[in-house]
């Protein structure tokens, strides 16, 4: 599996917190063709922590002084979603390639500042939709991709979290649809191929009232046109107590693709209750540990192979144009209508 | 398995075509409490035939004769939907119970002059909504009602049939939604425990361009609201290739169940291509085989005891006022409110 | 699958006890082509009460008189095991074809006179070893004659029941081999289709220490050479707490087989304990239900058409003589080799 | 995951072909405790390509030089097996903990001899037994241990191989039972947690004739008897066309326990043909991948905490007369017995 490393990109991380480390592991660990020269975090404490962790020699508090660094070649953003767009700018500003944290922002507008910086730069830019690198979710698209299921009809996505985030992260995270389903709504354009030209949204409270308090949803109902003739949906929701439900089916013209959920573990256990198994992965950490890797390892490889990286900053876009839609809709209580450029 | 015959009810089956076949057998070789002693059809021969291989004595090609019979109890209606109201009338004023197969009528008004006659009467009356019946959705439905999942919060309904109709049948079927979401969205009202407050339906033509020149969808996905807060979605389409496709998935406060299609076998092979399973029981027929014996046995033993029958007249009509509202919802690009009483 | 039924074929049942009224069900619901003309139990009280429930008129309690009947052209033999000789030579003089359930023996020489009478009267007989008509191994045996996994290298039994029998049944059944083991050994040679020459069995009392007192073991594991090269191993256990369980797995050069065991739904429930499944389905008579009816059938069908049925006297005497062979490995702590002819 | 540094160990690595590349990743990337601080290789080329890859600075032609070098505390051998005894005693000497691939060598004599090196010089000493550290395996053992299943009755292990080794490895492989059996002899009492004391083997040639031509066999059966009264089967195949199968079932007084393979993916497709998936993992490295880094990682944690790895020398020659008894059987066509202490 390592492949030669005759060429080295080196990469500023910003951002120490949980995910910043998983990139800084996978980048050390996962990815030979990668070296983190440097790391910055305001919390200078938590960047010094995690370089010493793995290796990585240089720490800043200011990520401008890591966008200094003429060594450097790419700039992996995984800080709040907040700071995102001021840090594309500054980045491409350098001359930074950059890995972008899901979502850019939680505003259109802000949004197409960075992905015009970036555009005006002509650096690369590839954004943390880490699900398109699921090995499972990488087997749906090419089973579409070379046909096997036909010209797609219907897809389902489930998505379901083990629990309710903190209320303080609810509070900041842009509600239900950017947070959560705005990966389901970027896996349904992955998988079906297609823009989404309507989206329907139905939202309740069940699990949290506080989350109801906050102004926000925790269980959910989406359904979408696709611009091919394709229909979808998908389902969310803050808690599913048995662990992470992360699952996609697709009907085609020549046949379905269902997926299941990974387990700790292949045991069945029977006794005079039940035949049973172990919960599934507890969550995104776990349950998406490898889609991080390949993600990391196929921006680096991009890079320094010089071409456009994927998913795109467009992609990005879209993902959060239609989580702002099914915001609209579920506000509404009727479809709204996309349009497809 | 076998019951005491102490008490037995002597039925006469109006309709000896598949459906009619269906129930003929399954009262002669499933229902012991039941006596098949006439049955009628415009086409005598198909009567005679069928009564021949259920050892019946009579048969009649009118059904009024066989309502005139004072041996018989209960009436089995298994002719084409556009027969039962009338049939249902006489019925009731013969003081004969009745089970009528599903949709109970494609007419709303239709629909309530025949429930109305039963009511007048005081007969019983059962709808062949047999979906009810089945091993597998029963189970569901009682981890609902015994608390296993909790309060249920989101529903999924995939509902593939593996080909579609002839053309003749779909002109003369009501559309799609009445036709085959029927089923589903009795289920839903069955599995759930709530009413249905609000339907949204999308439908496409993507298998049949006969169908659509008829005025009719192939493929459509519904978003339900439900007056306990429930959310469903359901999916249908005209064309799994691979064979019958009937599952249901819930997820509740406390749970999560979810169900597998039935197999002829239960056989996995691996060979150096993959590892595969024969494809799905083909078709409604053998795949509700079970359900179809159970519904019949269970309104035979409703009339013995005396006990309304369950589904109801006003489980068949809602199912097709839903049916209705998702046809309306299609129509007009917007979700349909419906009353609950 | 009603099929015409322009050639009857007048059946007596001996036998009124639990696999006989299976018999008489089997006949009377699912096997168009029979009927059961009379039925004789030394029980007199136990034929009519199955009588009456088929709808069989005429009932002895000397099977004699049965034999006596010119009406009848086949016999099923439902009796006990130590009767089944008797039974099968006086039918066989009577000109009766013969259904006889497993064992036909306990003993070889006892075997041997009754297949020989057969053979002397030109009889057709069939053996109870249902499980060759199991849709499930029926399929695993298709793939194996059709070349889908090749040359057949490794096959695994596992055969367990949900509780041991009680101890007047054990004190007459032959031991675990003859009585449990038998169905096993015969699915070996079903599977393979290749005889069976070196038997080594182990076997100890886990379960039940009064069926140790009672000189039978309760827990088996068995290693079989076949003639073709094949190896096969077996395990039985007289409890498995979850329920009834029965698979098999082949390998072969081409590829692998493996069965699962049937469930009396296709539900999935995840609760914040496990993913787990309702128990398989419990027994036997639930379990092989569908084999019992189709090899009723089968037997009917070969008796109306003049062809041999199978499994033949030959294949119920193979299987005694390998249990027996497994009984004597037991016995002296060495394989035992079984002569082929 | 990331656990304190606080204390390292310093590992030599003697070996640097395939699985010694892989103890080299497991201990760079996979255990934070250890530090690599030299590989020998009699291949220097070898060595020096590994540490180059891994960032370990020193490399030897003479594991006997690593053995000098006064920073390393413990030496990982993977070397042939015909080098293990040798090293070990050398190691032994040197005061370094050991970790040994299995098996520790081909012949009981050698064996002890090493062993009597170590216990005499106080080192601490773990047998490569990988799949003991297996997660799936790892599940299968707490649930005997915590009783889930009662005690253990039987046991089933399935061993494939997707395809025979070269015939050159053959030949130095010591056998079937020494090479391939040898791992599941270690399971069978892995998991019983009980002495074997009879074996008794069948073995042919089903799949290559060069195997056979070697005085090898590609095909086998075992049946084991466990002092605690279980009694166990051991399949194995050189050839599944399928992938790598490595799976055990077992059946305990309260209940029973199965494991499946691990797949690349959870992807289900339904076509016209059939329900499949892909192919399992295809080999060890890939499927035991995770269990190599559990294991090196344990080894670690021992020597760091001072306390006796597991397995433990005396785990690895059990496994070695365990297989040499198969050997000894398949031979003589008789069980043999084996001395328990």
Redesign the interface.
Known sequence: M?VP?DSLLNVGLVGAGRIGSLRA?ALA??V?QANVVAIADANLDAAESLAK?CGVLRTYRDYQELLDDPDIGAICVSTPTNTHAEIMVAAAAAGKHLFVEKPVALDLAEVDRALDAVDRAGVLLQIGLNRRFD??F???RQ?VLDG??G?V??L?I?S?DPAPPPLAYVQHSGGLFADMTIHDLDMARFLVGSEVT?V?A?G?V??SPEIGAAGDID?????L?FQC?A???I?N?R?????Y?QRV?L?G??????????F?????????????????MCFFLERYAESYALETRSFVESVLAGRPPSPSGVDGRKALELAIAARDSLAS???VAIAVG
């Open positions: 390592t490393v592991e660990h996962r030979p962790r090995p499972t990488r087997r749906v089973a096997t299921i010209d009809h219907l389902h489930i379901r309507s329907y139905q309740t069940r699990i269980t959910a109902m989406l359904l046109v003739g229909l979808a949906t389902e929701s808690q599913a107590v048995y662990g439900d089916e009907l013209s020549r046949g379905g693709i269902s997926t299941g959920n990974m700790p573990n292949e045991v069945t256990i029977s006794t005079a209750d039940a035949v049973r198994r172990d919960l599934p209580g009727k479809p």
